[in-house]
């Protein structure tokens, strides 16, 4: 999965298990799954929505939420990611051995998009969608969104 989709999953099961401990791991082990199954990776431009997402998931659950650690667990295996875009490493889209995440190290298989790209940012968008509905971050009234964050 692309990383705000991971984000809206994590919080999907967190909310299901409100312990923010498990929501972590259980968040963690969603991206794994996530990066199995085929989807269409968007780049490094989709960075500000992720941590949009994770800001809104925080806004309105607060952080001692499942939501906010399932969210965060989902997100988080990427981050091994970030040294080599930073340096630009050309081999960066590739398995490397250097990494720690199964689903990046060859370990296990990435998922690839066999569709169209548009088919793919579609699928994308509403797994968000399902996911932030699911997670109930969608349904909020804004004065629950204040009492989350006070
Ligand atoms: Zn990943």
Request: hydrophobic content about 45%.
């Amino acid at each position: 999965m692309t990383g705000f989709v991971h984000a809206a999953l994590g919080a999907a099961i967190g909310r299901a298990v409100k312990n923010p401990a498990l929501a972590f791991v259980l968040g963690f082990g969603s991206h794994i799954v996530g990066d199995v199954v085929p989807h269409l990776d968007m780049d490094i431009g989709e960075t500000p929505l992720v941590f949009g997402t994770l800001a809104q998931i925080y806004r309105v659950h607060g952080w001692k939420s499942g939501q906010f650690w399932g969210a965060l667990g989902a997100v988080c295996p990427d981050f091994e990611h970030i040294p080599a875009e930073l340096r630009r490493d050309p081999t960066r889209f590739e398995p490397m051995p250097s990494k720690k995440v199964p689903t990046h190290n060859g370990q296990l298989p990435h998922g690839r998009w066999p569709f169209e790209d548009k088919w793919g940012v579609m699928l994308n968008f509403t797994l968000f969608i399902v996911g932030l509905y699911l997670a109930g971050t969608l349904d909020r009234t804004r004065e629950e969104v204040v009492a989350a964050i006070e």
